[in-house]
Every structure is written in structure tokens, then in C-alpha cells.
């Protein structure tokens, strides 16, 4: 199990050693292959996960069957927290975008430990303030940013989560399908590709098979921000 990486989830932020030690004596592993499901939308939730290696998607699907991407999660970050606070089915599904190692903690071992440890209930509702601090800036693109706008701002947050600098400038392997991409964007895959193209012609970006180098990350950040 990588500690470190587990570390810079919320779950142990703030914790001494001694804590976080004890913390981790109640964590088991779980793998997932690339496309298998974690759990399901409607199933009972029980488990808080942090993804040690690879990448999660969170998806919703609508009524005609269809699925939306909410969110593509990296090493160090948590999710499955919600249900530890509000008990009900799970609202969204979790699919493994590449094959991915995660760390589990069980509701019956983190509700006492809550109780006993009152910080780390703080940085878990930290974690889901911060989530829903995203979602509003995600709404608000979709209302305030054109596409181009909002295909740009996504490529500066997958950078940041698994972007790696290189001599060319900072190579992102997202894992995405184009239409996964397009998900993510809020907008059709024709219209995001339109977009990507244009970045590229311009000298900002190369696209490569399920990954974009980044050449020109601060014309980006400005593109984002118009």
C-alpha cells in the first residue's frame, strides 16, 4: 500500500502518526480493472475509498439510460464519503478508468473513530465542502464559459491531477475516451473536438491517443478564464 499517497487524502489530514498508524491497521485493498465497476448507482453505501494508483471515474446515468461523467479521481483523492453522512443509496457509480488500487475503510470502523477523533470529522466535511465548492464553479461554467472556455479549464484540472512536465511542456495521460471528454466538458464530442483542434492549430496543445501535451499551459490558464 502506498502511504504516502494515502496521506494526502482528507481521511488523514491533520492526524500524528500515532493516529494515522492506527487509522491504517482498519484499511483493506480493493483492484479494479480498467471499466469495471466499483459499486453501482442505487447500491447501499459502506466504504469510504482513496485511490492509490490509477484512475476512478464517477458517473450518473440518466432515465434514458445514458451516462453522464461527474468526476475523474486521482492517487491521494477520496470519494464514497457522502454515504457515511447521509445514508442512502449511492447517487453515482464508480467505473475504473484504468486499472487502479484503492484503500477502503469500512462505515462501521469510521463512524467511532469520527466520534473518538473529532478532526478527522472536520476535514471529511472539508473534503465534501471543497466538492461542492467545484460543483458550483462547474454549474457556472456551463451557464457563464463557452466551450472552448470550459475545454480548456478541464485540460488545466487534469494537468494538475496527473499531468507530468516534460521537455515539451506538461504531458497529460487522462485515460479518456473522446466522448468521456466530452462528458466531463458538459457539451457534444463534436463541438469539444472542434475545440481541442483549434488549440492545437494554434500551437498550445498536441493531441496524442488518450492523453494531450500541453506546450502552452498559460495560454491555456487565459482561455479558461475569458
Known sequence: MDIETLRRAPLFAGLNEQSSNELLEKLSQARV?????????????????????????LVKASSDGRENLLAVIGPGEMFGELSL????????SAVAVSD?????????????????????????????AQR????????ADLVFTDVPGRVARQLIVLSGKFGRRTAEGIHVEHDLTQEELAQLVGASRETVNKALADFANRGWLRIEPRAVILLDDERLRRRARA
Do not use: C
Not at 459502506?46 to 471515474?57: F, I, Q
Open 132 to 139: 461542492l465548492r467545484r460543483t458550483n464553479e462547474v454549474m
Open 85 to 92: 453522512f447521509d445514508p442512502i443509496p449511492r447517487t453515482s
Open 100 to 128: 487502479s488500487e484503492l484503500a477502503a475503510l469500512g462505515h462501521q470502523d469510521l463512524r467511532p473513530w469520527i466520534t473518538a477523533h473529532p478532526d478527522v470529522a472536520m476535514q471529511l466535511l472539508r473534503a465534501l
Open 33 to 57: 480493472s480498467r471499466g469495471e465497476h466499483l459499486f453501482r448507482e442505487g447500491e447501499e453505501g459502506d466504504k469510504v475509498y482513496v485511490v492509490l494508483t490509477g484512475k476512478m471515474k
